[in-house]
């Protein structure tokens, strides 16, 4: 049984940092994780995605420069390192995986078939 369960969310100051954490369980073979956001009134935006295969990243335009998403194979878990947040920033964020298609397109959430529980951030002075 595939399993994700997000952690590190969390209040913090404007131009303050966050580590989001993914612990995946249960995965047979390569995938893709993404990382999507969503504030409130909004759509679930993609965030950033890393693929187990190639190591190949991509990054939505307005994190791009400010987060960076890696993997720690030994622990099974995906990171994000959140750099100068923003309130905007603020969202309930949400760790996926896509085992299927294994693609790391952000546009492209319906393929994404596993989802995590979700962790809030708030950034807020």
């Known amino acids: 049984q595939v399993q994700l369960v997000e952690s590190g969310g969390g209040l913090v100051q404007p131009g303050g940092s966050l580590r989001l954490s993914c612990e995946a369980s249960g995965f047979t073979s390569d995938f893709v994780i993404g990382w999507f956001r969503q504030a409130p009134g909004k759509e679930r935006e993609g965030v950033s995605c890393?693929?187990?295969?190639?190591?190949?990243?991509s990054y939505g335009d307005s994190v791009k420069g400010r987060f960076t998403i890696s993997r720690d194979a030994d622990k099974n878990r995906v990171y994000m390192k959140m750099n100068s947040l923003k309130p905007e920033d603020t969202a309930v964020y949400y760790c996926?995986?896509?085992?299927?298609?294994?693609?790391?397109?952000?546009?492209?959430?319906?393929?994404?078939?596993?989802w995590g529980q979700g962790t809030q951030v708030t950034v807020s002075s």
């Open positions: 996926a995986a896509d085992i299927r298609f294994r693609l790391c397109v952000l546009s492209q959430r319906q393929l994404f078939g596993i």
């Open positions: 890393f693929s187990t295969s190639d190591n190949y990243t």
